[in-house]
Structure formats: C-alpha cells, structure tokens
C-alpha cells in the first residue's frame, strides 16, 4: 500500500478542520453568531443617527471580526494537542510548518470567510455609505488571512496551558492593530473619494509577512509543546 501524499494529508486536514468547525458546537457557527449579534447590538446602544453609524461603520466591522476571530482561535490546536492527534500528526510525513498553514487556511475558511459573507448586510445596517461595500470586501478578503495567521502563533504558544484563551488574546491583540489600522483607513479612503491603494498595499503586506513567518514560528510552539 503506497503512503499518502503530501498534498493528500494537506487537503484532508483542511478538510476535516473546516467539518469540524460547523460540527455541532463547533466555532464556525458561535463565531458568526457573535458577530451577526455584536454589530447588530450597535444601533441599539449608539442610537439610530445614521450619520453616527455611518462614521463609525467600517471601524466597528473590522473590530468585531477581528473579535470573533479571536473567539475561535484558542481551538486552533488545542483539541488535536489534548486528543493525541498532533502527535500523531508529528509521525506523519507532513511537517508541522505545513499543518500550521493548512490549520489556518481552514480556520480562515470556516469562521472568517462566512463573516465576509455577511458585512455588507451589516454594514447596511450600520448605514455605510454604499461606494465603501466593494472595499469593505476587499479589505477583509486582504486582511483577515493575517488574522488566522497571526492567531496560530499564539494558539500555538498556549497550546498547552490551560485556560490559555486570556493569554492568547494578550499576545495576540497587539499584533493585530496593523491590519485593523489599514482595513479602515481603506475603506474610509474609499467613502471619502480618496486614493485606497496605499492602504490596502500596507495592508497585503501584514499578511504576507505573517505568511512568511507565522508557519515557522508557531511549528516552532507546538514542537516545544510536544516536548
């Protein structure tokens, strides 16, 4: 019997990280509920003033997903630490650098992916000015892959901890003020008729260094967590 590829074991963690996630009591679905509730929470405490909500739409949209990312993430590895599977995973021909991306690519597509489904009809609700929904998209569709990926560094560091969901937001919160500080600025640029490349630039390369480096770092935490 011939030993499954590389590729084969990727797609099937993916695979099988995506199921998971929208399993009964899985991330995907509390991930996007907290999201759907939390901005929709908004009008009801700001006030109904369109132009309030519109001035602080695109802000209020990238904190909360970058939020609900953040509720998801201490799940990362933490199961497959706890049940053995990571360590199976170890023995397996695929190295952990590769798990760690196939991990994020399935927590992006599980639980970020539904949440840029759904902002434009949020950010109605927030009464977004409409020439700001084509950026809104892009910005995210850009950006939160450095959510997930910035985000496995830290489950990765916790993976081991109990209770490691506060210690993980504390490390993982700093990191992501760039890309919240670009996704804005790209959208506002948009609404205000001003050039949004530089910011939407800015904010490819976040994710790009955080492809580069996130893999390395977080194969290095869980290796040491396995210790």
């Known amino acids: 019997m011939t030993s499954p590829s590389l590729l084969t074991i990727f797609t099937a963690l993916i695979q099988r990280d995506i199921k998971l996630a929208w399993s009964q009591g ?13 901005i929709s929470l908004f009008p009801l405490g700001i006030g109904p003033e369109a132009s ?35 360590d199976d995973l170890s023995l397996s021909p695929i190295n952990f650098e590769l798990i760690v991306i196939a ?68 490390l993982v919160l700093p990191l992501y003020i760039p890309t919240l500080i670009f996704g804005v600025g790209a959208i506002e640029a948009s609404i205000t008729l001003t050039d949004p490349a530089p910011h939407l630039a800015l904010t490819g390369a976040v994710t790009l260094v955080a492809l580069i480096i996130s893999p390395f770092a977080s194969a290095a935490a869980l290796r040491l967590a396995l210790e």
């Not at 909500?53 to 799940?75: M, N």
């Not at 910005?139 to 560091?157: D, R």
Request: hydrophobic residues 60%; glycine residues 10%.
């Open 26 to 38: 899985g991330a995907g679905g509390m991930t996007l509920g907290f999201f759907l509730i939390a």
């Open 52 to 86: 309030t909500l519109a001035k602080i739409s695109s802000g209020v949209i990238w904190v909360i997903a970058l939020l609900a990312c953040l509720l998801s993430l201490d799940r990362l590895f933490q199961a497959d630490f706890e049940d053995g599977t990571l």
């Open 103 to 170: 991990k994020a690519i399935a927590h992006w597509s599980a639980t970020i992916l539904p949440i840029i489904i759904f902002a434009p009809l949020l950010a109605a609700l927030l009464n977004m000015p409409e020439v700001g929904y084509k950026m809104l998209l892009i910005s995210l569709l850009i950006g939160t892959p450095a959510l997930s990926l910035i985000g496995s560094i830290g489950a990765a560091l916790t993976v081991a901890l109990r209770r490691g969901g506060v210690l993980l937001t504390l």
